[in-house]
């Protein structure tokens, strides 16, 4: 099942859904976070009987989760973006640095990303995205799979000056529309998060090529350590960290940051495509 938000065209947010003949709106007032813990197969009956049928072209799509509580994002969790960003810890604890975005960050497929002026090294990190199903406290990881609803794809899009400006990353991070997300919710049963190929373009050119099987800490694994300290909450998000070949990895002439007019995508799949094209902000 592959649900997503959009626009109408009085700015209000509806819910849509993926079918065999291309995207149905679902009945107004239906929300998203009602059909997370919902059984795919009467998602799917209901928008055979009342879906109205979309034009893809026309869609603005909005976030997949509209008001999550908590965006809760892992670094550090490929080998290989350790190494190329130098940041390797002296020793190994058992548990992933964890930083926050917010509400602010969201942004949908196809939305533009506004740059903020005062910051100049902006970078892209293609991630695989967690969408919580049930709230959750204390859970064992392989306890975690019943309390998640499924996955989508991110940007942990970054202004690297700002990120490494202090030692919390907060302010590199959480900035207005540095979480784009989408373009579409995939419930769980279609997915693998095992196993899918990770992959970042800018203006076209592969930047990351990966897969979740190179992750340290698995989507379980994840959302048990969470939840040991904190209460994860139906609608919250959790981007799962990065593979390499960020621009903060490279040196020399290859260290090229982004700039507006600069158009990067995420493919993972199964999950579809996110896209979004960088615009110079205020």
Not at 103 to 116: E, Q, T, V
Not at 195 to 209: I, K, S, T, Y
Not at 212 to 233: E, P, R, W
């Amino acid at each position: 099942m592959k649900l997503f938000q959009y626009y109408e065209s009085d700015g209000a947010v509806r819910v849509g859904i993926l079918t065999s003949d291309g995207p149905a709106a679902l009945p107004r007032g239906t929300k998203m976070e009602d059909l997370l813990d919902q059984c795919p197969e009467q998602v799917l009956e209901c928008a055979k009987k009342e879906g109205v049928a979309l034009q893809e072209a026309a869609l603005r799509y909005a976030p997949v989760v509209s008001a999550p509580e908590k965006i809760l994002c892992v670094g550090l969790n490929y080998d290989e973006h350790i190494h190329e960003t130098g940041l390797e810890k002296d020793s190994k604890p058992g548990f992933p640095p964890v930083f926050c975005k917010f509400g602010n960050a969201l942004i949908g497929h196809k939305a533009p990303l506004h740059l903020p002026s005062k910051a100049k090294q902006f970078d892209y990190e293609a991630e695989l995205v967690i969408v919580m199903g049930k709230d959750c406290k204390c859970v064992t990881a392989s306890e975690a799979e019943q309390y998640i609803a499924g996955y989508t794809i991110g940007n942990d899009f970054s202004a690297r000056d700002m990120q490494f400006a202090s030692s919390q990353w907060t302010m590199g991070k959480a900035c207005d529309e540095f979480a784009p997300v989408g373009p579409y919710f995939v419930s769980k049963d279609e997915v693998d998060p095992s196993n899918l190929r990770v992959v970042c373009r800018v203006n076209g050119r592969v930047m990351q090529n990966s897969s979740t099987a190179n992750m340290i800490y698995s989507c379980g694994q994840i959302v048990s350590y969470l939840s040991d300290f904190i209460t994860l909450k139906k609608g919250d998000l959790i981007f799962t960290g990065t593979p390499s070949g960020v621009v903060l990895g490279k040196s020399g002439e290859d260290q090229v940051w982004l700039k507006a007019g600069d158009i990067v995508t995420v493919e993972i799949e199964g999950l579809g495509t996110l896209e979004n094209t960088l615009t110079a902000g205020d």
